[in-house]
C-alpha cells in the first residue's frame, strides 16, 4: 500500500506543477499590460515591478492552489485509467477509496498551503502592494496614475485623472478625494495637475491648476466650496506601520474573526465577506480533490482535453456561486456564507456518496460519469 501511495503522490505532483504555474502565468498575463507600462513607458525600476508582481502573487495562488490540484487530480486518475492501470490496482485489491486515500492526503497538503495564503499571504500581499506603489510614486512620481481608474496614493487619498500624459507627470480633469484626520473627506475637481517629485523631505507634491474645492459636513450642516487658480497639494508616502488596520484586505484570518465580533453594520459584513471566502477557497482543495477522483477514473483515453474541460466547468460553476456571495454581501450575510460554502458542501457530498458506494470498482457510477465525459 506504501507504494500504491508513493506511486499516486509522485503521478499528481508533475500535473500539479504545471497546472499551478500555467494558471498563475495565465492570471499574471492579465496584468502584464500594466506591468510593462510601468517599465517601459513610466520608467519604473524593475526592482519595483519585481516587488510588486512578488505582491500580487497571494491572490493568484488564493485561485490557482485549487484549480491546479483539481487538474491534477483528474490528468493523474485519467492518465491511470487510459492505461488500465486502475483495472490492475483494482484486481490487486486497490480500489477507488483506496485511491481517494493519497489523494485526500495531497489535498491536506495543498488545504495547508491555501489556508497559509489566506491567513497571511493575502493581507502580506495586499500592504506590499501599497508600499511599493508609494515607493514607484516616491521615485517616478506619476507612474502610478491611470486614466479613468481611481488609484490609492496614501491610505488616505484617492487620484482620478480623465487624462495621463505618457510619462505620467500631467494630468488633466483631476478628481482628487482627501481624508483629514478626524474629519469629513475633501473633495477637489481640478483643471490640470502636476506631479512634483520627492524632495529632501520625503514628501511628493501635486500642483493643481484652475480648480474648487468642496466640504460637505452633515453633521454641521455646512457646505463649503471654494476655488483656486493654482494650490500645491503636499502628502507624504512613507506607509504607516498601521496599513490595512481597518481594511479587511489587510488582515488576517484571526484578526478578521476577532472584528467579526466586534464589528457592526457595513464593516462587519466586509470583515464577514473576506473571512468566508478565504476559508471556502481553502477548503475547496479538499472537495475538489475528492469530486475528481471519480472523475479522473471514469475517463476512458480521452486525453487531456476532457480532463481541462472538466476542470474549466468546475471552475466556472465555482466561480458563479463566488460572484453570488458578492452580491448578497450587503444585503443578506447569511445568504453570502450559505453561497460561499454551498459549492464545498454539496461536492464533497457527492465524493462521500459515490465512495461509499463504489466498494472497489467503478459499478456504483453505472456508466453514468463516462457517458457524460463522452459527450465532451
Same mark, same amino acid.
Given at each position: 500500500?506504501?507504494?500504491?501511495?508513493?506511486?499516486?503522490?509522485?503521478?499528481?505532483?508533475?500535473?500539479?506543477?504545471?497546472?499551478?504555474?500555467?494558471?498563475?502565468?495565465?492570471?499574471?498575463?492579465?496584468?502584464?499590460?500594466?506591468?510593462?507600462?510601468?517599465?517601459?513607458?513610466?520608467?519604473?525600476?524593475?526592482?519595483?515591478?519585481?516587488?510588486?508582481?512578488?505582491?500580487?502573487?497571494?491572490?493568484?495562488?488564493?485561485?490557482?492552489?485549487?484549480?491546479?490540484?483539481?487538474?491534477?487530480?483528474?490528468?493523474?486518475?485519467?492518465? /491511470?485509467?487510459?492505461?488500465?492501470?486502475?483495472?490492475?490496482?483494482?484486481?490487486?485489491?486497490?480500489?477507488?477509496?483506496?485511491?481517494?486515500?493519497?489523494?485526500?492526503?495531497?489535498?491536506?497538503?495543498?488545504?495547508?498551503?491555501?489556508?497559509?495564503?489566506?491567513?497571511?499571504?493575502?493581507?502580506?500581499?495586499?500592504?506590499?502592494?501599497?508600499?511599493?506603489?508609494?515607493?514607484?510614486?516616491?521615485?517616478?512620481? +506619476?507612474?502610478?496614475?491611470?486614466?479613468?481608474?481611481?488609484?490609492?496614493?496614501?491610505?488616505?487619498?484617492?487620484?482620478?485623472?480623465?487624462?495621463?500624459?505618457?510619462?505620467?507627470?500631467?494630468?488633466?480633469?483631476?478628481?482628487?478625494?482627501?481624508?483629514?484626520?478626524?474629519?469629513?473627506? /475633501?473633495?477637489? *475637481?481640478?483643471?490640470?495637475?502636476? *506631479?512634483?517629485?520627492?524632495?529632501?523631505?520625503?514628501?511628493?507634491?501635486?500642483?493643481?491648476?484652475?480648480?474648487?474645492?468642496?466640504?460637505?459636513?452633515?453633521?454641521?450642516?455646512?457646505?463649503?466650496?471654494?476655488? *483656486?487658480?493654482?494650490?500645491?497639494?503636499?502628502?507624504?508616502?512613507?506607509?504607516?506601520?498601521? /496599513?490595512?488596520?481597518?481594511?479587511?484586505?489587510?488582515?488576517?484570518?484571526?484578526?478578521?474573526?476577532?472584528?467579526? +465580533?466586534?464589528?457592526?453594520?457595513?464593516?462587519?459584513?466586509?470583515?464577514?465577506?473576506?473571512?468566508?471566502?478565504?476559508?471556502?477557497?481553502?477548503?475547496?482543495?479538499?472537495?475538489?480533490?475528492?469530486?475528481?477522483?471519480?472523475?479522473?477514473?471514469?475517463?476512458?483515453?480521452?486525453?487531456?482535453?476532457?480532463?481541462?474541460?472538466?476542470?474549466?466547468?468546475?471552475?466556472?460553476?465555482?466561480?458563479?456561486?463566488?460572484?453570488?456571495?458578492?452580491?448578497?454581501?450587503?444585503?443578506?450575510?447569511?445568504?453570502?456564507?450559505?453561497? *460561499?460554502?454551498?459549492?464545498?458542501?454539496? +461536492?464533497?457530498?457527492?465524493?462521500?456518496?459515490?465512495?461509499?458506494?463504489?466498494?472497489?470498482?467503478?459499478?456504483?457510477?453505472?456508466?453514468?460519469?463516462?457517458?457524460?465525459?463522452?459527450?465532451?
Amino acid at each position: 500500500m506504501k507504494i500504491t501511495r508513493k506511486y499516486l503522490l509522485a503521478e499528481l505532483s508533475g500535473p500539479f506543477l504545471l497546472g499551478l504555474g500555467s494558471f498563475s502565468l495565465v492570471v499574471l498575463l492579465h496584468r502584464f499590460s500594466r506591468v510593462a507600462d510601468l517599465v517601459i513607458g513610466r520608467g519604473v525600476p524593475p526592482r519595483l515591478v519585481g516587488r510588486l508582481i512578488l505582491a500580487l502573487f497571494p491572490p493568484f495562488l488564493e485561485l490557482t492552489l485549487p484549480a491546479a490540484f483539481l487538474l491534477a487530480v483528474l490528468l493523474g486518475l485519467g492518465r /491511470l485509467t487510459a492505461d488500465s492501470e486502475t483495472t490492475a490496482l483494482a484486481t490487486s485489491g486497490v480500489g477507488m477509496r483506496e485511491m481517494a486515500g493519497p489523494v485526500l492526503m495531497a489535498g491536506g497538503i495543498v488545504f495547508s498551503a491555501a489556508l497559509l495564503v489566506g491567513w497571511h499571504g493575502i493581507p502580506w500581499g495586499y500592504k506590499e502592494t501599497q508600499r511599493v506603489l508609494a515607493s514607484i510614486v516616491t521615485e517616478r512620481t +506619476g507612474a502610478g496614475a491611470t486614466e479613468h481608474v481611481f488609484r490609492e496614493v496614501t491610505p488616505d487619498t484617492l487620484i482620478y485623472p480623465d487624462r495621463v500624459s505618457a510619462d505620467g507627470q500631467r494630468m488633466d480633469g483631476v478628481f482628487l478625494t482627501f481624508r483629514p484626520s478626524g474629519d469629513e473627506p /475633501l473633495l477637489v *475637481f481640478a483643471r490640470d495637475g502636476h *506631479f512634483v517629485p520627492a524632495g529632501e523631505d520625503g514628501v511628493v507634491s501635486l500642483d493643481l491648476a484652475d480648480g474648487t474645492i468642496h466640504s460637505d459636513q452633515p453633521a454641521k450642516r455646512v457646505y463649503r466650496l471654494a476655488s *483656486f487658480r493654482e494650490m500645491t497639494f503636499r502628502f507624504p508616502l512613507e506607509i504607516p506601520d498601521a /496599513l490595512g488596520e481597518d481594511d479587511p484586505r489587510g488582515m488576517t484570518l484571526p484578526e478578521l474573526s476577532r472584528k467579526i +465580533g466586534e464589528g457592526e453594520g457595513p464593516a462587519r459584513k466586509a470583515y464577514r465577506y473576506h473571512f468566508h471566502k478565504r476559508l471556502s477557497l481553502a477548503v475547496s482543495c479538499l472537495s475538489f480533490g475528492l469530486l475528481a477522483v471519480p472523475l479522473g477514473m471514469a475517463q476512458r483515453a480521452r486525453g487531456k482535453s476532457s480532463a481541462f474541460v472538466v476542470t474549466m466547468m468546475l471552475i466556472l460553476v465555482y466561480y458563479v456561486f463566488l460572484v453570488a456571495a458578492g452580491v448578497m454581501e450587503t444585503r443578506a450575510p447569511a445568504g453570502m456564507v450559505a453561497l *460561499f460554502w454551498a459549492p464545498n458542501v454539496l +461536492g464533497l457530498s457527492l465524493a462521500a456518496w459515490i465512495l461509499w458506494r463504489s466498494g472497489r470498482n467503478l459499478t456504483a457510477l453505472p456508466g453514468l460519469l463516462e457517458r457524460i465525459l463522452a459527450r465532451k
